[in-house]
């Protein structure tokens, strides 16, 4: 993998941000990036009908499941989420 100058710039939005977003164009290489980066967090595609499902009917069980920072890609594909995950952001700090 070519080295990203935008990892360091990552890195230091998740130190300062409780939640970081990464858009840009398809197949830009933007999990790629973020997986490589934030190689500790847990993962999970919402592309994958079962899991969309899940988080789509039940974001607390969904949001849940994860012990330690998450990277959720395909996040658009459940927008009922982001409400829950300004909740739960708000409720930790």
């Known amino acids: ?3 990203r100058t935008l990892g360091v ?3 230091d939005a998740v130190r300062r941000y409780p939640v ?3 858009t ?3 197949q830009s290489g933007k999990i790629t990036l973020v997986r490589t980066t934030l190689a500790g967090c847990d993962y999970v595609s919402l592309e994958l009908p079962d899991e969309r ?5 039940d974001p607390r069980a ?3 499941q994860f012990k330690h920072s998450v990277i959720i ?3 658009q594909r459940a927008p009922e ?3 829950y995950i300004q909740v739960a952001v708000d409720e930790r700090s």
């Open 81 to 83: 989420l982001f409400s």
């Open 73 to 75: 890609d395909e996040a």
């Open 20 to 22: 970081v977003s990464v």
């Open 9 to 11: 710039k990552l890195r």
């Open 53 to 57: 499902r899940l988080a789509i009917r």
């Open 62 to 64: 969904f949001l849940g």
């Open 24 to 26: 840009g164009p398809r």
């Open 1 to 3: 993998m070519v080295p």
